[in-house]
């Protein structure tokens, strides 16, 4: 689900001169780490918050951050959604003390709680045994922050209903509930062929 990729992308803005890519990953790794279960990413022991991170000048960074100035921008990928969400809300300083402005990717997605009749219609799924809990992984948990709530609801009704035909009887994992639920969204909100 490109939209689960978009909701955990930040770009970083007032690096200066000779950042490297390393480096901010660096940084954000320890400045994230201890709220999203990393250590630090760099030898911590712990696994990394930042999953990519590439830093652009000129016209590629123009390209990253449009109608912005000049300068380096960087976009990083972070491990997940809620990293993302503290990345934004860091107040984060670059070496040398300037303020570095960190933003949602363009493209990132609205993300919001999932209401009640997914939560129940998820729990239903499990109880069907259509769905182990086991396949409600992290990944699994943001996307249906993602998805139409109405084709969220659907997919999981219908997957509880028909012991789980489409999706691999509880056996997908993560991965392949979300492709389901992307799949099953977009059955739903397309609009059909006109004659």
């Known amino acids: 689900m490109e939209r689960l990729r978009s ?36 030898g911590g022991g712990g696994k990394s918050v930042v999953m990519s991170a590439a830093v652009f000048t000129g016209a590629e960074a123009l390209a ?4 912005g100035g000049g300068g380096l921008v960087a976009v990083v990928e972070l491990s997940s959604a809620a990293a993302a969400a503290t990345a934004l809300a860091l107040d984060a300083r670059a070496p040398g003390g300037g303020a570095l402005e960190i933003r949602p990717a363009p493209d990132a997605p609205h993300m919001r709680e999932p209401p009640g009749n997914v939560t129940a219609a998820l729990d239903f799924a499990i109880a069907a045994s259509s769905l182990s809990a086991d396949d ?11 998805v139409d ?3 969220a609801v ?23 509930l979300i ?8 059955e739903l909100l397309t609009p059909p062929p006109q004659p």
Request: glycine share 24%.
């Open 179 to 186: 492709a389901f639920l992307d799949r099953r969204e977009g």
């Open 64 to 67: 990253a951050n449009p109608g």
């Open 7 to 42: 909701a955990r992308r930040v770009h970083v803005l007032g690096l200066p001169k000779g950042t490297t890519a390393a480096a901010l990953k660096a940084y954000l790794n320890a400045a994230l780490g201890p709220s999203h279960g990393g250590g630090g990413g760099g």
């Open 136 to 146: 409600v992984d992290d990944d699994a948990w943001e996307a249906l922050h993602l």
């Open 154 to 176: 659907d997919a999981l009704r219908g997957m509880a209903a028909n012991g789980g035909v489409g999706f691999g009887g509880g056996m997908g994992g993560g991965a392949a």
């Open 149 to 151: 709530p109405s084709a």
